[in-house]
């Protein structure tokens, strides 16, 4: 009897997940870590991140295998199988449908999208990319949901940019919907609004449209959607993908898809000068990505009602000057930091006060940078420091023309000899 209950319950807790981007940094440990969980996974990738290696002409530092190798690998380890369709979310709308009808899965996470904010502003031809794939993608993704009338959850990797980290200062970020009173003819009225949108790129612009899109389809069709603001991701292994030399997850260190933390690690790690853009007075939210991939298990395991409006989470764990993350690197390394002109559009200094209690109040214990964590970055990257072309170290996609014609790359200062000068953020 006492067997017979155990198996119900193990039956009962298979769900099916369908991993939209499966094969990129999120997407290859979260796949893993559902799986070891007991999840029954499948991969859908056009492994279109994995061209746009080879366009810009650099790998991730560490050395990824093929997917069928990385996967064969998981079988062996795990003795679980996880498929994998190579399909384009974008444009091979049947198709996407096709796999979810033969799949029937419970939730699908959605990652498979063009995530780097300078690869989307590199050209005209990269800003219609951006846009096409990822715009597209989300449309294709819910309209085949709807007509597959079956009940999904979809769990979406949206981002903190969303918001424009902190226009008012002193207020704190909510997670998703803003309170607000409007004047009416029978006096003030109380309401929720999305949070008003303001992007600073054109993917992060692509980010904001999907929040609308989820925000239509959820009124019009009553999907159960769950939509993470994520911050800026570091780290590079999880439990999962440190289990095999086989699993290891991608590091992205170049100017374009290197987020400011790994790139600082990596930097420090072959003794290259810590790239600040600018004052170094913006401030960001982090999250390690053994944490993305707990919380995306966190969100899979608490769907929202079916009548529930879109589900918003910040998934953030604390936030950080870029300055200040520097200056804790070069602590631990050595490390000189210099200030480069910064290629983008942005505020020169910003402070950011996040809400973050959804995910701490389903259990969520947050990885934080000064769990020498930081220290196992830089072991991973001198490890694989002979893998790094230099020359892709320094940004190469600018925001506005002005600042193509204007600017060659160079650094304008190095702080650790003069910290008072003033320099353009
Ligand atoms: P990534 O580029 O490493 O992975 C994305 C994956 O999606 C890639 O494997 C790519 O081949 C695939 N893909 C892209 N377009 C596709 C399409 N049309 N059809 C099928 N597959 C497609 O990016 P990541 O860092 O893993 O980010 C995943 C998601 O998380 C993104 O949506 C990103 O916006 C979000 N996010 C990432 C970060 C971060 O710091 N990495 C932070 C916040 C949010
Ligand atoms: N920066 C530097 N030096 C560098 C690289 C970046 O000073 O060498 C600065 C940038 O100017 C920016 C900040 O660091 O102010 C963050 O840049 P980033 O490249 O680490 O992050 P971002 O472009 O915002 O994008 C990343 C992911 C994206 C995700 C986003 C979350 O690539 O997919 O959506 O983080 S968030 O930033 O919270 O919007």
């Known amino acids: 009897m006492q067997q017979i209950k155990i198996l119900m319950v193990e039956v009962e807790m298979a769900k099916r997940i369908l991993i939209l981007g499966g094969d990129g940094f999120c997407g290859w440990p979260t ?19 994995r061209n746009i290696d080879n366009e810009l002409c650099c790998e991730s530092l560490t050395p990824i295998q093929s997917i069928r190798t990385r996967l064969q690998t998981w079988a062996e380890i795990s003795g679980k199988e996880i498929p994998f369709s190579h399909l384009d979310i974008a444009r091979q709308p049947e198709q996407l449908l096709a796999s979810i009808k033969t799949w029937q899965p419970e939730a699908i996470v959605h990652f498979a999208e063009q995530r780097a904010a300078p690869y989307s502003m590199k050209s005209a031809w990269h800003k219609r990319y951006t846009v096409d794939n990822n715009v597209s993608g989300t449309n294709n993704l819910l309209a085949a949901i709807v007509e597959s009338g079956l009940d999904i959850h979809l769990v979406h990797l949206g981002t903190m940019g969303v918001y424009g980290y902190g226009r008012v200062d002193g207020a704190s970020i909510p997670e998703g919907y803003l309170p607000v009173k409007i004047e009416t003819e029978m006096g003030w009225q109380e309401t929720d609004i999305l949070h008003p949108a303001d992007p600073g790129s054109v993917y992060h612009t692509t980010k904001t449209i999907d929040q609308l899109l989820f925000y239509f389809y959820n009124k019009n069709d009553n999907l159960r959607i769950t939509d993470l603001h994520q911050g800026v991701v570091w780290g590079t292994q999880t439990p999962e993908t440190a289990q095999h030399p086989a699993l290891i997850n991608r590091f992205d260190y170049d100017g374009d898809y290197g987020t400011v933390l790994n790139r600082f690690l990596m930097q420090a790690a072959i003794g290259h000068p810590l790239t600040v853009y600018g004052s170094g007075g913006q401030t960001r939210a982090f999250i390690h990505i053994r944490d993305t991939v707990r919380c995306i298990q966190l969100a899979v395991e608490h769907p929202p009602a079916a009548d529930a409006r879109v589900e918003i ?13 520097a200056e804790k690197v070069a602590r631990i ?10 290629p983008r559009k942005e505020a020169a200094q910003n402070k950011l006060v996040v809400d973050r209690d959804k995910f701490m109040s389903l259990g969520l214990n947050p990885t934080t940078l000064d769990q020498g ?32 014609l204007d600017s060659d790359g160079q650094a304008v200062e190095n702080p650790n000899h003069s910290r008072s000068k003033n320099v353009a953020g």
């Open 31 to 49: 796949a893993l870590r559902l799986s070891g969980q007991g999840f029954e996974v499948a991969i859908i990738d056009n492994l279109s991140r």
């Open 313 to 325: 989470f910040n998934q953030v764990t604390e936030t950080w000057t870029i300055a200040e993350l």
């Open 373 to 404: 964590l930081l220290g196992e970055v830089v072991e991973i990257a001198q490890r694989y420091k002979e893998r790094c072309v230099i020359e892709r170290i320094l940004p190469s996609s600018r925001w506005t023309k002005a600042q193509q």
């Open 333 to 342: 390394s050595g490390a000189e930091i210099r200030r480069y002109q910064n």
